[in-house]
């Protein structure tokens, strides 16, 4: 049992290329999240997915692209990067949307935009 | 809006000593809520959760009571390790979102 897995763990771009985080989870989960960590800032949420074929708008959206086509796979899309979305990125899961299910978390893709 | 207050850090001890880590929350309805820890270089961790008032999350001699009275979840250990350093999440879950503090770094030195 894998559970949340995330690649690459780093990157680096340039400004201005494109690029996809991929995220996979075996555990069956309904809800998958995308967040971002920046120093200071905590955990901002990016995009969420309450199933396959659902997806919605975090605190954070602009720039980033997600979709769900499957309940395992969540992936990020950095449409054009800027050097602002240099960032540490962590896709989460949890079982389902209800308040009471907690988040498994993968372990981060560092990504560099220079 | 939903919101999460944590106390800022970093945070020093001494190992054996107490912890407590402030957190406050402002949130609408009944959410669950939540400590995670992140060691470095990894993701966060859950470390435990109260889903209800009154209710109290213990895990690794970690624990921390839901109090909705002053909408807190202060996190607490009787006696610290050097292994317990890492940082630590206060997070809300309302509804189908989750809600993170800025998270508190702990650094306990034997």
Not at chain 1, 12 to 23: I, P, R
Not at chain 2, 42 to 51: D, F, M, S, V
Not at chain 2, 57 to 78: C, D, I, P, Q, V
Request: charge should be negative; hydrophobic fraction near 30%.
């Amino acid at each position: 049992n894998a559970g949340v897995t995330q690649t690459p763990k780093f990157q680096v771009l340039k400004t201005g290329q494109s690029m996809t985080l991929q995220c996979a989870q075996d555990m069956n989960h309904e809800y998958m999240s995308w967040y971002r960590q920046d120093p200071g800032m905590g955990l901002r949420l990016i995009h969420y997915s309450v199933g396959a074929g659902i997806t919605d708008q975090g605190e954070v959206p602009n720039g980033y692209n997600v979709s769900r086509s499957t309940t395992e796979d969540f992936p990020l899309r950095l449409l054009s990067a800027a050097p602002s979305q240099t960032s540490v990125y962590f896709c989460a899961s949890s079982y389902s949307a209800e308040r009471y299910t907690e988040a498994f978390f993968g372990q981060g893709t560092r990504l560099t935009v220079v | 809006g939903d919101s999460v207050t944590q106390m800022e850090g970093p945070v020093t001890l001494s190992e054996e000593a107490f912890l407590t880590i402030n957190c406050t929350y402002t949130a609408t309805g009944y959410p669950s809520l939540f400590w995670y820890v992140q060691y470095p270089g990894e993701g966060l961790q859950l470390l435990l959760k109260a889903t209800k008032a009154d209710d109290k999350g213990s895990n690794k001699g970690f624990e921390a009571t839901y109090r909705k009275e002053t909408t807190s979840f202060h996190l607490e250990k009787g006696s610290v390790q050097v292994s317990d350093s890492a940082v630590y999440f206060c997070a809300l879950r309302p509804g189908n979102q989750f809600y993170f503090g800025t998270g508190t770094s702990l650094t306990v030195i034997p």
